[in-house]
């Protein structure tokens, strides 16, 4: 309540009526997967073209090496072909793999070791140079201590040089408070210099770390070995995107870095190959690396990282059709009721039969199956081959949200990119699997190959379509985060109206869009709030309880004209 302690006019701005809702993305996919480098832990990273994957997750892997596990790359590059804009990617690697590391001289005072694992580590290049952050001259010696022209750049633990007449000596600093340092020993000679350009200089000592890999290259300028000073070579190469950095030595003596660190004097360029990195074998894969592990923020694996993120609505792991990975990732996607799985059939099971017993594993509306596997072109190999359909429907839900939107079934639509079926299903077959929730893809003379299928796994027919279940996401998810201001309001008759409004403007909105069902908003929606949804026990406790009802359109999955011969006479 505002206070008014003496006469005037008081302005006050209050809040009445609705706040707009806006709706959540729902074409944003995540993908799982073996890749060439990138991180195996912590949050998953966005991608937002084939471009920025191979930057963060490097090339193609070849067929010999990684097998069935190969498919990330390409389920990437097929999404986006198909309409696809962002995607969330979580790299997993084999339990053997190793990150390659440096050797050698350098290796006893840094450990340098590539950022994640994988034999990509050992085409890393890293190069040291000496280098100097400072350097000022000295106005006046006060035993150890020396009044100097300008400090900056200067930190107690730094190793410096003062050079006099050709000739350099090393010492370390001490303190440093308004323009005195103090060092460890005293300087030998005359080296006060007074004059306007100095022959005495003292400069700091410090060495600069580049590394290189393919044409990406980073720069770590003049880093120290003085765990004080914000140089310090584990601060500053913390922000690198290929190597760790950790000192195995600080600056406790008058050595220079440089030297401390290669071995090598006090100058010059050192140059060096990270070795000993490994991709590990694929026998070692297991299902258990994909579902990942639960080991806290930041640190958390496969699907199991995707916890964390509240923006993914899609989630694949292409050509991975192990029936523990495919279920976890059900139940991650059911778990948080915000995402929707999509799943590849093995690619073996292509009898009608085979198929069948593959997708009774499932019994959910949180995930839909396709089948078969698409020919596409191969960049590494320069041929086609075949990859599973998880990538391309992933972008082809994100197109048809994009263009449509989320109520418009993801069927009925042209794949790009794809020159063939490993299988030619006819309607007989699909007469046997569409009914069982299996989605097939296939080719139709002059309309090009396209889904055929809109279906969840889900047994129960009030979830039966892919645009139902998504369109429910969308609504529960647009609403759960456009109603966070009612947390802790005052659960009175004003909030439920309040609350009313809110809602009812989005769900007209999204009937206006075509997503519901009716000639009217009050056909396609209800919403009830009030004494009718809250007993005085759920106010006493804190519970605001809002009922909707929304009218979903359904897909016109089955055109049918009935056609009767007309006579002249009738």
């Known amino acids: 309540m505002a206070e008014y302690l003496s006469p005037g006019v008081y302005v006050e701005e209050f809040e009445s009526g609705s706040k707009p809702l806006e709706g959540v993305s729902t074409s944003t996919a995540g993908f799982i997967g073996l890749a060439q480098r990138g991180p195996v832990e912590g949050l998953p990273q966005l991608v937002t073209s084939p471009a920025d994957f191979q930057r963060t997750f490097g090339t193609y892997l070849s067929e010999s090496a990684f097998g069935n596990y190969r498919f990330l790359a390409y389920a990437i590059d097929q999404f986006f072909m198909n309409g696809g804009s962002r995607a969330f990617v979580m790299r997993v690697a084999p339990p053997d793999a190793k990150p390659a590391s440096a050797q050698g001289r350098v290796a006893e005072a840094l450990r340098i070791t590539a950022k994640n694992p994988g034999a990509w580590g050992n085409l890393v290049n890293v190069v040291v140079t000496d280098a100097s952050k400072a350097k000022t001259q000295i106005y006046e010696v006060i035993g150890k201590r020396y009044r100097v022209k300008n400090a900056g750049g200067f930190y107690a633990g730094d190793v410096v040089a003062f050079t006099m007449d050709g000739e350099t000596q090393y010492n370390r600093i001490i ?9 460890a020993d005293e300087l030998s000679g005359d080296v006060v210099d007074n004059a306007l350009l100095p022959t005495k200089v003292l400069t700091t000592a410090e060495f600069s770390l580049h590394v290189f890999f393919g044409d990406e290259a980073e720069s770590f300028e ?30 406790a003596d008058a050595t220079h870095p440089f030297d401390a660190v290669t071995g090598e004097g006090t100058s010059g360029k050192v140059q060096l190959v990270l070795g000993g990195g490994s991709d590990g074998s694929v026998d070692s894969v297991s299902a258990a690396d994909f579902i990942g592990e639960d080991r806290g923020p930041g640190r958390r694996t496969g699907i199991h990282s995707f916890i964390d993120n509240d923006v993914v609505s899609i989630m694949a792991i292409p050509g991975v059709t192990d029936a523990n990975v495919q279920l976890s990732l059900v139940a991650h996607c059911e778990n948080l009721g915000s995402r929707f799985a999509i799943l590849d059939i093995p690619r073996e099971k292509t009898k009608v039969q085979d198929v069948l017993t593959h997708r009774n594993l499932f019994d959910s509306s949180y995930c839909a199956l396709y089948n078969p596997w698409l020919s596409v072109f191969d960049p590494l190999d320069k041929r086609n081959i075949f990859v599973p359909p998880s990538g391309t429907m992933a972008g082809i839900y994100s197109r048809s949200d994009t263009t449509r939107g989320v ?164």
Request: aromatic share 8%; net charge neutral; glycine share 6%.
């Open 407 to 570: 109520q418009k079934a993801p069927a009925n639509e042209v794949l790009r990119g794809v020159v063939g079926l490993d299988v030619q299903y006819n309607k007989g077959e699909q007469d046997i699997l569409n009914p069982q929730g299996v989605n097939l893809i296939r080719s139709f003379t002059g309309q090009g190959i396209r889904v055929w299928g809109a279906r969840t796994a889900s047994s129960n027919t009030l979830w039966k379509y892919v645009n139902v279940r998504r369109l429910f996401i969308f609504l529960e998810e647009s609403i759960k985060a456009g109603t966070n201001w009612v947390v802790f309001e005052p659960n009175n008759e004003q909030l439920w109206a309040r609350v009313q409004r809110t809602i009812d403007a989005f769900l007209t909105r999204v009937w206006r869009d075509g997503a519901l069902m009716g000639t009217s908003p009050s056909e396609a929606f209800f919403i009830d709030i009030g004494r009718s949804t809250m007993t005085q026990d759920d106010i006493d406790n804190g519970r605001l309880i809002c009922v909707i009802g929304v009218a979903p359109v359904k897909p016109a999955e089955f055109v049918i004209f009935r056609i009767t011969q007309k006579t002249g006479s009738e």
């Open 175 to 183: 303190s440093v408070q308004d323009n005195v340092i103090e060092l």
């Open 222 to 251: 003049k880093v120290s070995l003085n765990p004080e000073a914000p140089t310090f070579v584990d601060k500053v190469a913390a922000r690198s995107n290929l190597v760790n950095v950790q000192a195995l030595v600080t600056s």
